[in-house]
């Protein structure tokens, strides 16, 4: 039986293991899997893991483990689905990590905040053809709008890329699209130009930019 240390130091290798190639995300995400959904004490191992690397400096190591955890969350959604597994009914595990880095997403460490939006953004464009649970939706929303607004540049763009795909249509009254309007007026022109690049190109958004346009002193 493998003791909780041995679940630790397992899943650091199979984290290192994701550095040699991606041709080995799927095989190492399925014992992942098997390794950490066992009891809390696995899965609370696993979180401790990912803390660490969340607190890393921005590196081609850490760009790597992030596009890993993205892989293994396929394998959850796929299993969990398989099972009949749904956030609706419970928090299984693809629920309980996404939780996890909601949490982290509002830590103080820059480091913690930023690494937290990258893999929720990883996890997104992973399953940017499946259906997200509209209450999974309403958590992100609710955890990342805060962080559009963050001191740091680097989190409030990544925030923004992290959020584009949650932009409603067709609700006039979508709170992420109105935050990034309010964006385009940022301090920071990296902020500015994202904004304006990723912000729903709804008529009444395009309607609003024109008028803005207009309304500008050209001697400005």
Request: aromatic residues 8%; glycine residues 0%.
């Amino acid at each position: 039986m493998n003791t909780i240390q041995d679940v630790r130091n397992q899943i650091i290798e199979l984290f290192n293991h994701s550095q040699t190639t991606t041709a080995v995300h799927q095989k190492n995400s399925i014992y992942l899997y098997k390794l950490v959904n066992k009891s809390e004490k696995t899965t609370a191992m696993l979180k401790q893991v990912m803390y660490t690397i969340l607190q890393a400096d921005e590196s081609v190591y850490v760009t790597k483990l992030i596009q890993y955890i993205g892989a293994f969350y396929v394998i959850l959604k796929q299993k969990e689905a398989k099972n009949n597994i749904f956030a609706s009914e419970g928090c299984p595990l693809s629920l309980e990590i996404l939780n996890f880095l909601l949490k982290t997403s509002h830590l103080s460490n820059d480091n913690v905040r930023l690494n937290s939006l990258k893999m929720i953004h990883e996890i997104l464009d992973i399953l940017m053809d499946v259906e997200i649970e509209e209450s999974i939706c309403h958590d992100i929303d609710e955890h990342l709008l805060d962080r559009l607004w963050d001191p740091k540049v680097s989190v409030r763009l990544e925030a923004l890329s992290t959020l584009s795909r949650l932009q409603d249509y067709d609700n006039p009254e979508d709170p992420i699209i109105a935050e990034f309007i309010f964006l385009t007026t940022d301090s920071s022109s990296k902020v500015r130009q994202r904004a304006i690049e990723l912000v729903a190109a709804r008529q009444d958004v395009i309607q609003y930019f024109a008028r803005s346009t207009r309304d500008k002193d050209p001697a400005e």
